[in-house]
């Protein structure tokens, strides 16, 4: 088997670096890809790139990177978010909108390609891994106060419902990883980066398809779709 290599798109200083942490801890390889790097500890991470995730044609030199350094990721973990927090709809300028939705959706797209590309190199006894963060939002939209977030979301949910349908049988891998407090109700501003990393470790370490639209209580999947 390949050695395991784990990618983490978006590394801030909750669900990223722990996600490093915890990954480091059970035998993989941490390539973290961030907008900063100051804060992450040597002891969690092989390789730091800074990278900007508003600008999608950047991703590939990212995955090259990482493949000339310490190898071809088998699991790849897209944490980067955008947001622009304001009630009214069309407070954002037209460039804002589109930078944002870049960093939700388009370079997700981006590094969803350069994944499936290293995927198809890997031997077949490799587990192979694309995990997105995403929310409540494609779901239970909010659309008076987090419209722009909620757009990339559900677009990007989109696309990770067709990927893991599409490659299933290849045994590529993809979730959309949503973290709800026990009623169903979202995690909101109580988000764990140690529930992420735990749940984050068990997809993973799966071989087979599980349900793309990973929502979790604590590090546990629960289906709260028929809820």
């Not at 900007?52 to 991703?59: G, T, V």
């Not at 088998?74 to 980067?80: D, L, M, P, R």
């Not at 797209?109 to 494609?138: H, R």
Request: aromatic share 12%; charged share 20%.
């Amino acid at each position: 088997m390949a050695a395991q290599v784990v990618l983490i798109l978006g590394a801030g200083a909750n669900v990223g670096a722990k996600t490093a942490e915890v990954f480091a801890k059970n035998g993989y390889k941490v390539a973290l890809a961030t907008r900063t790097i100051t804060h992450h500890k040597n002891n969690t991470r092989d390789l730091v790139i800074q990278a900007d995730f508003a600008e999608p044609l950047s991703i590939k030199s990212v995955f090259d990177e990482v493949k000339a350094k310490i190898g071809t990721p088998n699991v790849i973990v897209y944490n980067a978010a955008a947001a622009n927090f304001n009630p009214d709809p069309f407070a954002h300028t037209v460039s804002s909108f589109a930078a944002n939705l870049a960093v939700n959706t388009t370079s997700v797209y981006a590094a969803a390609k350069e994944a499936v590309a290293g995927f198809e190199t890997l031997p077949s006894d490799t587990n192979k891994t694309f995990i997105f963060t995403g929310n409540f939002l494609p779901f239970m939209p909010m659309p008076s106060l987090l419209l722009d977030l909620g757009v990339g979301k559900s677009a990007t949910a989109h696309l990770i419902q067709g990927l893991a349908t599409v490659y299933a049988e290849k045994g590529f891998n993809f979730y959309f990883g949503d973290e709800r407090k026990a009623d169903g109700t979202p995690a909101n501003y109580e988000i764990s980066g140690e529930n992420h990393a735990n749940f984050y470790l068990e997809l993973a370490s799966k071989k087979e398809q599980g349900p793309w639209n990973a929502s979790f209580v604590g590090s546990k999947y629960i289906d709260f779709s028929k809820k």
